[in-house]
């Protein structure tokens, strides 16, 4: 009773995928010369960065390089942090979500988040996942329904809770908390996803449960995931950005290419020093 | 070989032959907190025992549904002062609870702004002031320029030493609240007042809660203000712009009267005035308890 309604929402970009083979995806994000202060302190350098359409792309590097950081400048978290300032653009479908007209909410909604911890409402399942909806003004009983199961079923976790949606969030183990998190995001339907270590507070059977989920995520989402386990980043993504803390302890991009290349064949020496485990 | 032994590890073996020194001493230390414990208990349990001894006699359905009698007349009850205690503590709420929920937002979503640092420094303050004072201020501004004491008055009062408990502790609360959830409801778009409204109020309720119980608590009993808001009435009346009588003034009015008769109500007046707050306080628990067990799915 779904699967119609899931072939509607894919972008376009899917099918053009498929005509040029080995052509890079154009670019669903575009970061250019972004530089990122907390107050006097750079924590970002000249960062220059792409996200193709519907593939995934994994930021790695050891602790404190600005990872998370990156990650959260993508949809204006960094906003509610006193005394953050962004320099540069940010681009999503060509557009500056930096731009001084750009409506917060709407960056927000078109670009969604699953942060480390699972962080469900204490809501009811249900609730959890009509909450993005609701915020749209989708008020339908029905609708809201088809939301609730389309959503549940497209996290993985439909069967598991489909008899005790009225039941709290908090009921759920971890790794069920974490895919009814990633439920209520794809309940608005954003066009990039965005997640921040979404497996650390995983156990690993959880863990390849969210791995699964993102493959299947990628068909209809540019997914970008930040994860200090490099098996997971080599697993899942399509491409990687290698990042590193500078001196001065500004985090910087060091290499972004293929995960094969990265992994097989790294170019900058760092990366390799990086991903054959021998700093970090 | 003994000198191998590094300090550490001498240490640890010292430490295993004064077992029993330890226990004891560990003993003695928890027993000493217990005392401490039970001190703090004593004056609660001894007045609440004191207040049911004196008070218990005079206790009577009459003495809750009666309006006072005049001196020497037996019988009579408080039946007005419940009420009007009632209404002004509900004035009370009406006016406190809403402005102080808002303005604890406000100061919990920005701390460090002018205005922020002023509301939290000005309500620190203003619960040091003497209730008295609060009186007088609403004596002032609404009794003078109405020409009359009023439950409204009262109310008025009572909400300005109210404000500061509420707020402050729902701050408090909202402080609780894990960022994660916070930033959950944001990263779906939700604006800051959603958020507020949807997430975290619901996640701090059990604590706001207990707030708003301490600010009615605290307020319930203030008689001082009282003599120049409400000032009283020995007729039943709901007249939000008439002197209206309340519990704590009734308790007051009793107790300075030289009649035995008046004593005796004056403390099943007291009686009643502490199970009535106490009962709500329980309610509220228990309503905040089951809502709690509800949302983190028991």
Redesign the interface.
Known sequence: MMSHEQVQVLPPALSMRSVQKDAAPSPKMLVRNMNFYYGSFRALADINLEFPENQITAIIGPSGCGKSTLLRTLDRMNDLVPHARVEGEILLDGENIYAPNMDVVSVRRRVGMVFQRPNPFPKSIYDNVIYGPRLLGIRDKKVLDEIVEKSLRGSALWDEVKDKLHESGLALSGGQQQRLCIARMIAVEPEVVLMDEPCSALDPVATIKIEDLMRDLRNNYTIIIVTHNMQQAARVSDYTAMMMMRPDRAGEMIEFNKTRQIFTNPQDKRTEDYVTGRFG | MESALSPVRAAQHRARSNYRTRQIVNRVMLALCGLAALIAVIPLVWILGYVVQRGVGALSLDFFTQLPTPVGVPGGGILNAIVGSAIVVGIACAISIPVSLTAAFYVYARP?TLLGTLIRFSTDVLSGVPSIIMGIFAYTVFVLTQGHFSALSGGFALAIIMTPIVLRTTEEMLKLV?K??R?????????DW?TAL??LL??AMSGVITGIMLGIARVAGEAAPMLFTAFGNPFFSTALDQPIATLPHQIYVYAISPYRDWQDKAWATALVLIALVMGLEIIARGVASWQER?????
């Open positions: 460090n894990p994660t959830l930033d959950g409801s944001l990263a779906l778009g939700a604006a959603r949807n997430v619901p996640a509800k949302l983190r799915g028991r």
